[in-house]
């Protein structure tokens, strides 16, 4: 077995902020990803690609669409042939901080043993993950120092030869906590109530933690909240089967969020032998009955929250009674909200209405409701709160997957940061921003029309995002939607963009001509 030298730094830090790791041949890019995160001290909780431009060739954890500049690859292929021909590549690492990192192949280590990656050298601390990027991170420094960890390269290493010797056939929960930081176990314990902790030393937290999160008191009413998908697959992880295809490796957040689930590289995820026993002591049909019951009403919250932001229960219960078989009915209803209230508070019970979790906060649904107008909810159909309880309340339409399609052909926009821009755009839309708010994050996702035509081209595709999106402020109606039931008057409805010359007004609201502004912007 040989190894690979590689130089990993941060693109754009000053001074350079880098690891040198010894990777062993034949692994994996996922498994290559996956060495990055544990060098870099993160947590794997964002999408991320490898790119050897030279090459033409992009790494991505699932399919991609095909595109005339990159051939697309998955990240389950071993790293040999790509790396061994090239002397850089980029690693790119959630995709709205923006981390990209320049990998250079140093040397080729041909008597390399360990079957496990180690970081021989590095310069700079601990990047907290998600600090919102490099910039982010340099204001962090200077501001607040002692938020800034020192990199523990002793650690890294330990956590590397622990992960290559680690059975996965049976683990016991605390090998799993060993190798936690005591900020993530912190994370646990106040998920599960516990407080008062942060005084203790890491190995005592870690102890009371466990303790206390295996308790069927506390274990249970968790598990309650599982949902269908994520169900199946910890069932599935518990049977000895560790694989989890890359399109599902969201469903683990909730249960590794709690502490009940570990990733491993390559899309491998353990539970300890001490959570399957405490779940089998609970486990029972009629368990799986309530606990798939509390799931559905959670998907018709989600979807309500989604669609009017403050939602009278009679609404859900109308919309739930429509589609299934058994009735629901107000006391279930408040009962499952208690039930997922702790742990999937999408949503808050105030005044005898179900209020988005944040206006709740912030005490803003009067102000809203002001602004909401009095027409008929919006029913959605069955396949749309399936689709948005999947999708954390985004719901895809065929305007949006237009404009999906403009910005990366026509705006070589990455095909890897098309959701979230997707997602931000209908979310400002839903809640009633204005054309100045969508074109102010295009410009945070680092998209500028400097062409005449490509504004036009895209100010006629917002137009029909915007009528074909639903609005909390319509109770979930699209504006054509209003305009075709007689709920609003035409002018309401936005208008086709016509043809932008340099001297015209800027559509992005500004007040200022088109080459004067959105013309002349630049990164």
């Not at 790791?21 to 964002?46: D, M, R, Y």
């Not at 669409?65 to 021909?85: H, P």
């Amino acid at each position: 077995m040989g190894a690979y030298q590689l130089k990993i730094t941060i693109k754009g830090s000053k001074p350079p902020i880098w690891r040198r790791i010894l990777v062993p041949e034949g692994i994996t890019f996922a498994k290559l990803h996956q060495v990055i995160q544990t060098a870099f001290s993160w947590s794997n909780e964002h999408l991320y690609q490898f790119e050897f431009r030279s090459e033409g060739v992009r790494v991505v954890p699932f399919e991609e669409n095909e595109s005339k500049k990159f051939q697309y690859i998955l990240a389950e292929e071993t790293i040999d042939k790509l790396v061994s021909d090239t002397g850089k590549f980029t690693y790119t690492y959630d995709f709205g901080d923006n981390w990209i990192h320049a990998i250079t192949v140093e040397e080729v280590i041909p008597d390399y043993k360990a079957p496990y990656a180690q970081v021989v050298k590095f310069k700079g601390d601990i990047i907290p993950e998600n600090c919102g990027g490099l910039k982010a991170y340099y204001e962090l420094l200077e501001k607040s120092p002692e938020m800034i960890k020192e990199y523990d390269m002793a650690s890294v290493n330990e956590a590397f030869r622990q992960n290559g010797h680690v059975s996965s056939e049976e683990v016991h929960i605390a090998e799993i906590y060993k190798y936690y930081d005591k900020n993530s176990i912190l994370e646990i314990a106040k998920r599960h109530g516990m407080s008062g902790l942060a005084k203790l030393k890491k190995e005592e937290l870690a102890e009371r933690t466990i303790s206390h999160i295996l308790k069927k008191e506390v274990m249970r009413p968790y598990f309650l909240c599982v949902r269908d998908s994520e169900m199946k697959l910890f069932e599935q992880i518990a049977e000895g089967n560790f694989e989890v295809a890359s399109c599902d490796i969201e469903e683990m957040d909730f249960l590794y969020a709690g502490g009940y689930l570990t990733s491993e590289a390559d899309s491998r995820f353990l539970t300890a032998k001490e959570v399957i026993e405490a779940y089998q002591e609970f486990n029972s049909p009629e368990f799986q009955e309530e606990r798939s019951r509390i799931s559905t009403i959670g998907d018709y919250l989600c979807a309500a929250n989604s669609l009017y932001a403050v939602t009278p229960p009679s609404v859900i219960l109308e919309t739930f009674n429509k589609y299934e078989a058994k009735k629901l009915t107000l006391e279930e209803l408040l009962h499952a909200y208690e039930c997922l209230r702790p742990y999937r508070s999408l949503v808050a019970y105030v005044e005898g209405s179900f209020v988005d979790a944040t206006l709740a906060e912030h005490k803003s649904y009067g102000e809203f409701l002001s602004r909401q107008k009095k027409v008929p909810y919006y029913i959605p159909t069955q396949q749309e709160i399936r689709f948005m309880a999947d999708n954390e309340g985004f719901l895809m339409t065929p305007e949006l997957h237009q404009l999906g399609s403009f910005l990366t052909k026509e705006m070589n926009v990455d095909e890897d940061m098309i959701p979230y821009i997707l997602r931000q755009i209908q979310a400002q839309i839903s809640l009633g921003g204005q054309l100045q708010e969508v074109m102010d994050d295009m410009e945070t996702f680092g998209i500028f029309f400097d062409e005449a035509e490509h504004m036009e081209h895209f100010a006629s595709i917002i137009t029909d995002v915007w009528n074909h999106t639903r609005l909390v402020l319509n109770r979930g109606h699209k504006p054509y939607e209003m305009v075709m039931k007689g709920l609003e008057g035409v002018s309401n409805q936005r208008k086709v963009a016509k043809k932008i010359y340099p001297n015209d007004p800027c559509p992005c609201g500004s007040g200022r001509k088109y080459k004067k502004c959105c013309m002349k912007k630049r990164d």
